[in-house]
């Protein structure tokens, strides 16, 4: 029997590509950049090949239009990612079109990624390695760079789910007080001893540090805007690791201008690759290029993830294990 047809559309490590091509006519994307994330043009070749199956990632304008314009043939899309705010998923239900993302296995990653951001801000990280490469560092000062350290600050994650729960393990090493807000209280085994929010003014009053772990969407568009940052204590820091939209950006710059926010550290953007302007002559703003899940070990989990879910739907016939439409 001739292999499923799947359309790739992005560079992946090696043992995924191997596997892809094993198991599937796989058109795999051998360049690093992607050839597009236009969803038209993912409808272009998707149609072109007669694609069973996509698999797309974060990023791909997997839109309506994209969606209805895709062939009959393609009968799921996984998405190289947990997140999927950029599948329409209500589109994907109206074509029968199965969506599977991969969860779980990047929880950690993202998660240390979040706490790397943390030290580099709070320990002036990004102002450190600028000073030593200037050539212009004269030596050790009693006063130089001073930061701050989070033994006993109060570290608030705003979204307590996997990653959330993950940055909270490798905070309580440091020392951190550990609070949180989320739709729900969680039991007791999930919280360990974090301190629930229901009231979300007493959260941001009470807490030293964001870090945010909301999904995309218009659910939490700006949803960390002016008036919100205004009632966080003077000296907060903010860290985003989750949805870049999630954030006004024009909010964030003013308080780290101002100062009322200390540093913040960021790995998404809003209507990334594109950076706000205003972020990149400050000092007090470490800025990654979505590192998140950019470990070898997390890539590969990915990866192996999305084909076990492609590989229910395609080649067992049966439920893929993480379904999301
Ligand atoms: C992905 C992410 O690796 O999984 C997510 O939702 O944001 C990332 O860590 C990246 O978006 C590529 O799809």
Known sequence: MAKPILLVTRKLPEA??????????????????PWSTDGAEIARRATAIKADGILGAAGDKL????????PDSVKVIATFSVGFDHVDIAAAKARGIVVVNTPEVLSFATAECAFTLLLMAARRAVEGEA????????????????GVTLEKKKLGILGFGRIGRELANMARGFRMEIHYRDMQRLP??????????????????????????????????????AERLAKMKAGSIV???????????????????????????LDVYDGEPKVNPGYLPLQNVALLPHL?????ETRDAMGHRALENLDAVLLQGTAPPHRVA
Not at 131 to 146: D, E, K, N, Y
Not at 189 to 209: K, P, R, Y
Not at 292 to 296: H, P, R, Y
């Open 63 to 70: 839109d309506a239009t994209c969606i209805n314009a895709l």
């Open 131 to 146: 000073l030593v490469r200037s050539g212009q560092w004269h030596g050790w000062a009693p006063t130089q760079l001073m």
């Open 188 to 225: 007791p085994d999930l919280e360990q001893g974090a301190i629930f929010h229901d009231n979300e003014d007493s959260f941001l009053s009470t807490i030293d540090v964001i870090s945010m772990h909301v999904p995309g969407g218009e659910g939490t568009r700006k949803w960390l805007n």
């Open 239 to 265: 860290i985003n690791t989750g949805r870049g939209p999630s954030l006004d950006d024009e909010a964030l710059i003013a308080a780290l201008k101002s100062g009322h926010i200390r540093a913040a550290g």
């Open 16 to 33: 995924i590509e191997a596997r892809a091509a094993r198991d599937y006519d796989a058109r795999l994307n051998p360049q690093d950049e």
């Open 292 to 296: 998140g899940s950019a470990t070898i």
